[in-house]
């Protein structure tokens, strides 16, 4: 069993920062990808941001330049810090890993509940 837990989201104004994370928990062995998606509410999941187990990135355009992923492998940890929030971001925000658990050859794909991130004066 693996568990993906997020936390971090919340109300903030246009311009203002907050940090998101998604912690991973269970009998896990190995994580590859890491990704953050959003959706906002009458639109497709979309996704922000990635980061491979290597540490390379890659971002949306639309986030590119304000929003910063990382990983902390020894916590089975993927982080969003986002900076010069807008109200376009404004979206329920999903984290995403490509897990290996205990036991098992293949690999399987993991989502956390969701966080609500809202930016608005």
């Known amino acids: 069993q693996v568990q993906l837990v997020e936390s971090g989201g919340g109300l903030v104004q246009p311009g203002g920062s907050l940090r998101l994370s998604c912690a991973a928990s269970?009998?896990?062995?190995?994580?590859?990808?890491m990704r953050w998606y959003r959706q906002a509410p009458g639109k497709q999941r979309m996704l922000v941001a990635s980061?491979?187990?290597?540490?390379?990135?890659g971002y949306s355009t639309s986030v590119k330049d304000r929003f910063t992923i990382s990983r902390d492998n020894a916590k089975n940890t993927v982080y969003l810090q986002m900076n010069g929030l807008k109200p376009e971001d404004t979206a329920v925000y999903l984290c995403?890993?490509?897990?290996?658990?205990?036991?098992?050859?293949?690999?399987?794909?993991?989502w956390g509940q969701g966080t609500q991130v809202t930016v608005s004066s």
């Open positions: 995403y890993m490509k897990i290996k658990t205990s036991g098992v050859t293949g690999w399987s794909d993991y």
């Open positions: 980061i491979a187990k290597s540490a390379v990135t």
């Open positions: 269970g009998s896990i062995f190995s994580i590859d990808t």
